[in-house]
């Protein structure tokens, strides 16, 4: 039940503060900042927002620096879309998934390769002995 409500809770934090960032912020240190997702805790106290930025790594470090100082005003926001008692603390982290896919694609590419020679070679392979190794009643 407490795992529903959290998730129920995360949600719509993940919702509000897409909708702020998408209104836009202040700080012109803020990129294309995209929410992938939000934890939060059971007991609703702390959030973790993980997000990713479109840019480079001085874009990415710049949104990360914007994001904190904003923190407060994004909490503030939170807070008035939430119907809940206490608003949790957020917490941003960014989202290593695209570097992750990335990385995967690239070995899943080198697999790919492989495989092909692999199947190349078979295709030209012959038995090391007999094609039929094992001894037949019929033969004899």
């Known amino acids: 039940m407490a795992g529903e409500r959290a998730s ?24 294309f900042v995209t929410i992938t997702d939000v934890r939060v805790t059971g007991d609703l106290q702390n959030a973790t927002v993980f997000y990713t930025v479109y840019g480079t790594d001085e874009e990415r470090a710049g949104s990360a620096a914007a994001l904190k100082s904003a923190t407060g005003m994004l909490r503030s926001e939170v807070g008035r879309g939430l119907n809940t008692r206490l608003t949790p603390t957020l917490e941003f982290i960014a989202d290593a998934l695209p570097e992750e896919a990335s990385n995967l694609t690239a070995l899943l590419d080198e697999a790919r390769k492989r495989d092909a020679e692999v199947q190349g070679l078979a295709a030209n392979a012959h038995y090391a002995g007999d094609e039929d190794p094992y001894r037949h009643d019929d033969e004899e």
Request: no cysteine.
């Open 8 to 31: 129920r809770v995360a949600d719509r934090i993940r919702v509000i503060l897409s909708e702020r960032l998408q209104k836009g912020l202040r700080d012109p240190r803020l990129g």
